[in-house]
């Protein structure tokens, strides 16, 4: 059975373990401080400025298995690189920041989509142009004081697309969510967002620690989980491609510095990330999963 390339830029999703993932319009999200910490206690917000800008390089060392009917096929090794740059264009009277970035990732084959007997090959190509394509792209997005996404746009990418990156990968915010209420040094906060749409459910929770504090910068520690699936009537993920679907699970350590006043999350971690792909017209075809075991680096760029 033919099988097609999906671009591993769709598939290595190593930002989900750096930050909490920003959260968009017509999705939940809450933040719950489990622990305030110890006194002094002061509300956390980002103090954007116009004209701040930023550079990330997010490097993934990563081995990454692939499996079909429960059996190993490939197995690789691969440092998965990507450079997000983030300019602040306006702030508004409630520090709400508009925010223009770009990313770039060199472009390398990933894994194989299996392509069932029934499914299109047109459509399969067409998702994979789409997200090969993600390899480098470019946006906007609005921010409050407390790092939640309210607005976005993403230039050449079609809507669906742009969706599973905003819900899937933080868009190109690697932003922290803070909380509410006042908080101090130990602590802690649970932010969950949870997606449910004709498209796909999406489910993610971040147990977030407060380390340490200078004022401006924050260190950071968090746990997270990812859980997204299609929706489970249409069994796909509703793309301009058809009948293909994904499923995802993550868990992850980091150890985070976040600068208040500035748009670089640094910090390193590791994580786990199983993902399951397939193609079907009328029922499920061939699937095939790909765990990518993965090293995180996030660090500032000139």
Known sequence: M???????????LSSLLLAVPAVAQD????????????????????????GLTGTTVLESDTRITTLQG?????????????????????????????VEFSIEAPERPGPDLPAGDAAPGEGVDTLS???S???????????????????????????????????????????????????????????????????????????????????????LEQ?????????LGLERLATSAGAIYMTQELEGTAELELPLDGLVQTGGGEAVLSVITGTSAGGYGTELQTIYEMALTSSASE
């Open 70 to 98: 429960g059996r190993p096929v490939s197995e690789e090794q691969a440092l998965l690189t990507r450079t997000v740059t983030r300019t602040v264009t306006e702030v508004d009277e409630n520090g709400t920041a508009r």
């Open 129 to 131: 142009d789409e997200l």
């Open 133 to 219: 394509a993600l390899s480098s792209y470019s946006g906007w997005m609005e921010l409050d004081p407390r790092g939640v996404l309210l607005d976005y746009g993403i230039d050449g990418i079609g809507e669906a697309t742009a969706a599973l990156l905003v819900q899937t990968r933080g868009l190109g915010g690697e932003v922290t969510v803070l909380p509410e209420e006042a908080v101090g040094i130990g602590a802690e906060w649970e932010t969950y967002t949870e997606v449910y749409e004709s498209r796909m459910e999406f489910e993610s929770e971040s147990i977030t620690r407060l380390v340490a504090s200078d004022g401006n910068t924050l260190s």
């Open 27 to 50: 999705t939940t999200v809450n933040v719950e401080v489990q622990d305030p910490g110890e006194e002094p206690r002061t509300e956390l917000r980002y103090a954007w400025t116009e």
């Open 223 to 231: 746990e997270t989980t990812l859980f997204q699936q299609p929706n």
């Open 2 to 12: 033919p099988r097609r390339p999906l671009g591993a830029a769709a598939l290595a």
